[in-house]
């Protein structure tokens, strides 16, 4: 989803995100920065939550597999581009450039419940259907 950046390249430039382009509700909102070129994170889904994923500097590579298995890969580098990742969507992020700050805006608090972070345990609930 893109958002409207409000400025001139001379001034700078203004996002507001509200609540009309969002799918649900914001419950959190939490970000990763200083992570180093060679490290991946993520390698979890989650049961129930919904996130939108915004690299505010700098650029990350996300990959997602869908309950279907398929794959996309996704550049996020651009400030007023948030990626949606919905329930049942495995995703690691990579390749953080220097100085990336990557600002997720969750639907529900924390919750470890939620994850799942063996892949093969996301295959077997991915075949039941669930
Ligand atoms: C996700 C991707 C995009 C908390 O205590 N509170 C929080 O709100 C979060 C998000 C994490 N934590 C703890 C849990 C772990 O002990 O922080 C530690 C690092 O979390 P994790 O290894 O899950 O971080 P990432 O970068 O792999 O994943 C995070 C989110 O956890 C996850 O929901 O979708 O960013």
Known sequence: MSFKAIGEKCEGYLVPIEDIQ???NIRRVY??????KDIARGFHAHKELEQILICINGSVVINCEDVEG????YILNNPAL???IGRMIWHTMEQ???GAILLVLASDLYNEEDY????VEFKN??????
């Open 82 to 84: 948030g990626l949606y």
């Open 96 to 98: 953080f450039s220097d």
């Open 22 to 24: 969002i799918l649900f």
């Open 70 to 73: 398929r794959k996309e890969q």
């Open 116 to 119: 799942i972070r063996d892949y």
């Open 31 to 36: 970000y990763v920065y200083n992570t180093p």
């Open 125 to 130: 609930r991915c075949n039941r259907g669930e």
